[in-house]
C-alpha cells in the first residue's frame, strides 16, 4: 500500500514563507511525475506545480517566480518552497505522485495525499 504524508503546513502572515513537505512510503519502484495542487474555499483543485523524475519543472503562472518544487527521490518525497505569500494563496494544498510498483511492470497509478491546510492572513 502506497502512502503520501503531508506535512509543514499552517498560518503565516502575508509576505512571509513557507515549505511543504510530502513523502512517499510502501511498496515503490520507481516515482515518475510527482505535483502539487490547491483548492481555494469556494473553488475547484488547481495546479501549483510540477516535477519529472529527472527534474523538470512547472509552474501555474499565480505561482511562478515565488514558488519552488524540488524532490529528494532517495526519501521519496517532493517539497514546495513557498515565498512573498498573499493572502490568494490560501488553500487547502495536496500532493501527488505517478508511481510504479514493480520492476516488471511499466504501469503506474497516480496517488495522493490527504491535503494540508495554508492560511495567509493580511
Known amino acids: 500500500q502506497v502512502q503520501l504524508v503531508e506535512s509543514g503546513g499552517g498560518l503565516v502572515q502575508a509576505g512571509g514563507s513557507l515549505r511543504l513537505s510530502c513523502a512517499a512510503s510502501?511498496?515503490?519502484?520507481?516515482?515518475?511525475?510527482m505535483g502539487w495542487y490547491r483548492q481555494p474555499p469556494g473553488k475547484q483543485r488547481e495546479l501549483v506545480a510540477t516535477?519529472?523524475?529527472?527534474?523538470?519543472?512547472n509552474y501555474a503562472d499565480s505561482v511562478k517566480g515565488r514558488f519552488s518544487i524540488s524532490r529528494d527521490n532517495a526519501k521519496k518525497t517532493v517539497y514546495l518552497q513557498m515565498n512573498s505569500l498573499k493572502p490568494e494563496d490560501t488553500a487547502v494544498y495536496y500532493c501527488?505522485?505517478?508511481?510504479?510498483?514493480?520492476?516488471?511492470?511499466?504501469?503506474?497509478?497516480?496517488?495522493w495525499g490527504q491535503g494540508t491546510q495554508v492560511t495567509v492572513s493580511s
Open positions: 516535477i519529472t523524475s529527472g527534474g523538470r519543472t
Open positions: 510502501g511498496s515503490i519502484a520507481s516515482i515518475n511525475a
Open positions: 501527488n505522485g505517478d508511481i510504479r510498483l514493480s520492476w516488471l511492470s511499466r504501469s503506474t497509478s497516480v496517488y
